[in-house]
């Protein structure tokens, strides 16, 4: 029941400030504008990934969000402070969604690229056309290769040169080894070069650049897991403390030395989680 009355009065809150916001011609006025703008910008993301949708169904997700992340907030903490600081963090939960949406396609994309190359490759060799050959590509490849290359193909047919359609290509993906390609299919069709030869040259390459990054992987593998070891230990000691001794960190909000040590020690660990991180990654 108590839970019940909170959750109510939180929603009443809610609609009490909403009201007040609307009511004053200012804030609505600039509220309207970064709506606007922020539904915009996911919406632009979701077409990035093939996947249009409706500015209404945007402004539900951005509502359910904020109410569903001041809904959680409240059950995690029972606080009502937690659960407005939820509802405020829930309009960027849908930017960070298309952001990981987007980083998955990407990522299954350049999974798929040598083996789109040697189709490629294959189709040029029996005789087809570069056009024809991303008709086999559409036919054969699995998402998101083949809603790529099914993209490029109407681009064409709606009048872009083959060279714009790759260009738009390569923007959405933003994937070194596919701007190598995508360069090297421009320079050849201009200097005339074997597009084939280039095709089963860049699949060895792209496949031999892998096999070597997952030897780094391997060989850092210690140094990450010390990283994400030492990252864990604050989070977890802390409760533990806490369970045996509940005051133990009194000192550190309490006292204005300890509040100065508690934002240091928090600003030294984000800066060490960051260099961990740093030396830890090779570029290859």
Same mark, same amino acid.
């Given at each position: 029941?108590?839970?019940? *009355?909170?959750?109510?009065?939180?929603?009443?809150?809610?609609?009490?400030?909403? *009201?007040?916001?609307?009511?004053?011609?200012?804030?609505?006025?600039?509220?309207? =504008?970064?709506?606007?703008?922020?539904?915009?910008?996911?919406?632009?993301?979701?077409?990035?990934?093939?996947?249009?949708?409706?500015?209404?169904?945007?402004?539900?997700?951005?509502?359910?969000? !904020?109410?569903?992340?001041?809904?959680?907030?409240?059950?995690?903490?029972?606080?009502?402070?937690?659960?407005?600081?939820?509802?405020?963090?829930?309009?960027?939960?849908?930017?960070?969604?298309?952001?990981?949406?987007? =980083?998955?396609?990407?990522?299954?994309?350049?999974?798929?690229?040598?083996?789109?190359?040697?189709?490629?490759?294959?189709?040029?060799?029996?005789?087809?056309?570069?056009?024809?050959?991303?008709?086999?590509?559409?036919?054969?490849?699995?998402?998101?290769?083949? /809603?790529?290359?099914?993209?490029?193909? =109407?681009?064409?047919?709606?009048?872009?040169?083959?060279?714009?359609?790759?260009?738009?290509?390569?923007?959405?993906?933003?994937?070194?080894?596919?701007?190598?390609?995508?360069?090297?299919?421009?320079?050849?069709?201009?200097?005339?070069?074997?597009?084939?030869?280039?095709?089963?040259?860049?699949?060895?390459?792209?496949? /031999?650049?892998?096999?070597?990054?997952?030897?780094?992987?391997?060989?850092?593998?210690?140094?990450?897991?010390?990283?994400?070891?030492?990252?864990?230990?604050?989070?977890?000691?802390?409760?533990?403390?806490?369970?045996?001794?509940?005051?133990?960190?009194?000192?550190?909000?309490?006292?204005?030395?300890?509040?100065?040590?508690?934002?240091?020690?928090?600003?030294? =660990? !984000?800066?060490?989680?960051?260099?961990?991180?740093?030396?830890?990654?090779?570029?290859?």
């Amino acid at each position: 029941m108590g839970l019940i *009355l909170w959750l109510g009065l939180l929603v009443i809150a809610v609609s009490i400030g909403l *009201l007040v916001w609307y009511m004053s011609p200012h804030f609505s006025r600039k509220y309207s =504008q970064i709506r606007d703008k922020q539904i915009e910008k996911t919406a632009s993301a979701f077409e990035e990934m093939l996947m249009p949708i409706k500015p209404k169904y945007l402004t539900m997700l951005y509502i359910g969000s !904020i109410l569903g992340a001041g809904a959680v907030a409240y059950i995690l903490f029972e606080s009502i402070f937690f659960a407005l600081l939820g509802a405020m963090i829930g309009p960027i939960l849908p930017f960070f969604l298309v952001r990981i949406l987007g =980083q998955m396609r990407r990522k299954k994309f350049a999974e798929q690229l040598v083996d789109t190359l040697n189709l490629l490759s294959s189709s040029l060799k029996a005789g087809l056309t570069l056009s024809q050959a991303f008709e086999v590509i559409v036919e054969e490849m699995p998402s998101p290769t083949k /809603e790529e290359f099914m993209l490029i193909l =109407q681009q064409i047919k709606m009048g872009l040169t083959l060279e714009e359609a790759l260009e738009a290509l390569r923007k959405r993906m933003k994937n070194e080894d596919l701007d190598l390609v995508v360069i090297s299919v421009l320079v050849a069709r201009e200097t005339g070069g074997n597009i084939t030869e280039i095709f089963n040259n860049l699949a060895l390459m792209i496949r /031999e650049k892998k096999k070597l990054m997952r030897k780094v992987h391997v060989l850092t593998a210690q140094a990450r897991l010390q990283g994400m070891i030492i990252s864990a230990m604050p989070i977890l000691f802390v409760p533990f403390v806490l369970s045996q001794n509940p005051h133990h960190f009194d000192i550190f909000f309490k006292d204005e030395t300890g509040q100065m040590l508690l934002v240091a020690a928090v600003i030294l =660990q !984000i800066l060490g989680l960051f260099m961990m991180r740093r030396f830890s990654k090779i570029e290859v």
